[in-house]
């Protein structure tokens, strides 16, 4: 009888730690990747942008409007991160969310870039991926999942969007848990 007990007292007890496992992972933050949402767009020409072009490729998938100061301060390092990783299947999407077109190409006319530009003056797009305010930035794996998503652009946040970038343009294979943060 002791050993049916004390069996009974270990099932009991094993249940009670995956319980408590489960319920701690998923409050840590951490969860399966979500798929990034399709989006079809406008480019710089009139034709049309879509994620699914770039199956198998990193995007760095970056939502401005010429009015947002850091959204303004972005682009040079954007360019840069282009030139670095283009050639490693690095894709940057710059997802421009004025109305007024005129806009946007008075300051592209300036910036220089040689990254994919498109257009989304009705903002479907930023309303998929929840964005929050701008600039904001989407990080998406070659798998066609969200690898980070945040919110803002300083220097700071230039080192850790490079080393996300690094890491998956090298990587063989994709984490299995991603971080969401703002």
């Given at each position: 009888?002791?050993?049916?007990?004390?069996?009974?007292?270990?099932?009991?007890?094993?249940?009670?730690?995956?319980?408590?496992?489960?319920?701690?992972?998923?409050?840590?933050?951490?969860?399966?990747?979500?798929?990034?949402?399709?989006?079809?767009?406008?480019?710089?020409?009139?034709?049309?942008?879509?994620?699914?072009?770039?199956?198998?490729?990193?995007?760095?998938?970056?939502?401005?409007?010429?009015?947002?100061?850091?959204?303004?301060?972005?682009?040079?390092?954007?360019e840069q991160m282009y030139q670095k990783y283009g050639s490693q299947d690095?894709?940057?999407?710059?997802?421009?969310?004025?109305?007024?077109?005129?806009?946007?190409?008075?300051?592209?006319?300036?910036?220089?870039?040689?990254?994919?530009?498109?257009?989304?003056?009705?903002?479907?797009?930023?309303?998929?991926?929840?964005?929050?305010?701008?600039?904001?930035?989407?990080?998406?794996?070659?798998?066609?999942?969200?690898f980070s998503q945040r919110v803002g652009f300083n220097q700071h946040r230039?080192?850790?969007?490079?080393?996300?970038?690094?890491?998956?343009?090298?990587?063989?294979?994709?984490?299995?848990?991603?971080?969401?943060?703002?």
């Amino acid at each position: 009888m002791a050993v049916v007990t004390e069996r009974i007292v270990f099932l009991i007890f094993s249940r009670i730690v995956l319980v408590m496992s489960f319920i701690l992972f998923s409050l840590s933050g951490y969860s399966q990747p979500d798929k990034a949402p399709e989006f079809e767009i406008q480019d710089l020409d009139g034709g049309v942008i879509k994620l699914s072009d770039y199956n198998g490729k990193v995007v760095y998938l970056d939502f401005w409007a010429s009015w947002c100061g850091p959204c303004k301060l972005s682009f040079p390092w954007m360019e840069q991160m282009y030139q670095k990783y283009g050639s490693q299947d690095l894709a940057i999407i710059a997802v421009n969310l004025d109305q007024d077109r005129k806009l946007a190409d008075r300051f592209l006319a300036q910036a220089g870039v040689h990254f994919i530009i498109g257009f989304d003056p009705g903002g479907i797009t930023p309303l998929a991926y929840e964005i929050k305010g701008m600039p904001s930035s989407v990080i998406i794996n070659r798998d066609g999942t969200i690898f980070s998503q945040r919110v803002g652009f300083n220097q700071h946040r230039q080192k850790e969007h490079e080393a996300s970038i690094e890491a998956l343009v090298s990587a063989a294979h994709q984490p299995l848990l991603v971080e969401k943060r703002n």
